[in-house]
């Protein structure tokens, strides 16, 4: 395979007219056996052994719509320059290391195994799926791009408020209040737009610009350029509302490397509530969530992608802001609730997890639940059961999944507080540093590395017991303030330097006034 | 035009430092300690190669000396006496400032298997086990390429949301995993390891792992539990017909 790629690969560029002469379908047809057909299936219908484990489920080529593309919205066929980027991937696409396929889906991209020639290929052979020619009409022109200035901004927040908050959310976090389904009836999420790392091509206002004139063929989201829609918006809007969404970027919301939370000492009280402005020198550190696909009930399509948590401590008590942008207020029981989840309403939920004992050396307890040998405490809220029904907290000890004790959270001091506000929950939990009993809670510890893990529920994705996102072990630092004591070295040293350089000035002048 | 021997000494020194941080840049790091340690052995060869002869050393130390002798240099010297306690605090500091980086979890990721494997009722020999689906590949290359396609599946339908569609370990959930999933492309994971080995990681997972040489930290689920046997054999002649990869075999 590889062989014939660079052989390929320098045939073509012996004759350079060569690349763009289009793909060879039969050759195509071999490759999608081989690499493509796990997903999409067979004959290309977006059915393959894979597909039923996907959340958004894999393209299906015999249907001929494609959601990424640039031509516009009167043109269902996508440009030759689309299609390589959906095979191929893009470097635009680049918000997760060392992937440029497309973002929060299962789709690589496939150009460091597969050649150009064979991308080429490929595109033919699903192209013939559908039957689809070339594309009539060519690729929307970028050339009207408005600036980003204050003036622009202002303006397309105007008409994102207008147009596209009953989707994507006052905030844009999709917190929409519409159910939404592409054609082939898959229940579709509309895109939280303070996660850029999330857009399947890219937050680049010229991308955002194209989907807005576009739209997504196949879903709920219109061309805002078609003539015939009430919704359409001048060329100048659509980059107005481009530019504002390419702006509501919340950058601490992308997991970076960092796996510690850094706890800020503070004076005073330790806050009850997440907004008390006590959390505004604490900083989020923010971690991937993975659907739990290991024990018991497995999950494989998950509605939460990220969780993002600070905390702050003083002499008595350690507190943490838990937040989570969750599209859905899950509330069992409320029409509203039920009318936009997919399935039945469970709560939503939230668990914070601690080895009962920190480790001395680097043995965790399994992070799924804890082990018999090492024990885990997990602080477990849970949002109303129903309309006026309280939030649920719980303290469990846990040994694995299968051995767990319910405790009271008032037995410790472990209190709580919750609350919702545009697509995002803001959990804190808050707890004594020392309980009375060592061998049952975590005694938290300044200046030590303590091992959190966080688990989360939507309860309208049909996700319950143990069908959640969870994160592996990550880290927390109650981070003692640094003192003076660190300065005294330097100095000492420094200061000793110095006398060096004035014994030896010293001793020179000595030299030289004896003669020598 | 003559190099001063202080500024060939001081470049000799920067080109040596260059050297040892080179690799950093290319993702491999050396640990700062060994970078002292090297760097304290580079500094000291330097010196001695070039105080080797009276001559050279003279030439070395000249214009050092001229800083405390010569007066017309009494700008310079002060300058020089100045920076060089404050080079020497900031090293120190940075020495003895507290450090909030993640504790660092060295984990070994070939570890030694048991003897034997107790699974679906049966026990294994590990240093005898072989998948008794590869004799097909010669006997009847048909059924064998029918039985890869079989694996195929059991891998797109369980192992590739980690390990990822093209088998690069970059599995659509695999950032959330703290260790990353292996990899089975290249030469230095499944190339390196006898069938029985990867059986026996497939079916016993994370919590399989000898207790020794922990941490693992593993998230690998415990296969055994959740497929048959044939579907892991199957799987294993998967991902090595994918990647091109052959296992290592027993030595005769």
Known sequence: MRKRAILLAIMLAAAPGLALAGGDAAKGKEIYEKRCWWCHGAKGAGDGP?????????????????????????????????????????????????????????MPGWGDMLGTQDVNDVIAFIKSLAELGAPQKPAISISGAVSSSKESLERGQKVFKDRCTECHGEEGRGDGTKKLKDDLGFRTWPRNLTKPFTFRVSNKAKDIYTRITVGIPGTQMPSFADPSSQKKLTDEERWDVANYVASIEAPYKKPTESTVINALRVEGEVPDKHDDPAWEKAKYTSFYMVPQLIAAERHFTPSLDTISVKAVYNDKEVAMLVAWDDRTKSLPGNAKAIEIADGDVFEDAVAVQWPVTIPQESEKPYFGMGDAMLPVNIWYWKSESGAGQPQSFKLLNSKGIKDREE???????????????????RVVMKRPIKTGDASKDIQFEEGKFIPVAFAAWDGSNKEKGSKHEMTTWCWILMQPPTGSSVYVWPIIVGCIILGAELAWLKSTRGRKKTGE | MKIPKLLQFAVLVLIAYGIFKAPGWFGVPIPGSLIMMYMFFAVVTILLVMTSTEKSAQELFTPIKALVDDPSKAMTRNVVFAVIPIIGAVIVFNQVKPSFEAPVELRATHPAPPSTLRAFNKSFNIGTLENPMRKLAKEDPAKFKELVKEGGVVYYRNCFYCHGDKLDSKGHFAQGFNPLPLPFQGKDTIAQLQESFVFWRISTGGPGLPKESTPWLSSMPIWKDLLTEDEIWKAILFIYDYTGNVPRSWEK
Do not use: Q
Request: glycine share 10%; charged share 25%; hydrophobic share 35%.
């Open chain 1, 50 to 106: 894979a597909a039923e484990f996907l959340n958004p489920p894999p393209r299906d080529f015999t249907s001929g719509v494609y959601k990424w593309k640039s031509t516009p919205f009167d043109e269902i066929i996508p440009t030759d320059e689309d299609f390589v980027k959906m095979v191929k991937g893009d470097i635009n696409h680049n918000n997760i290391a060392g992937w440029n396929g497309m973002n929060g889906t299962s």
């Open chain 1, 407 to 425: 405790r009271d959270p008032a037995s410790v001091g472990l209190k709580y507080s919750a609350a919702y506000d545009k697509g995002t929950w």
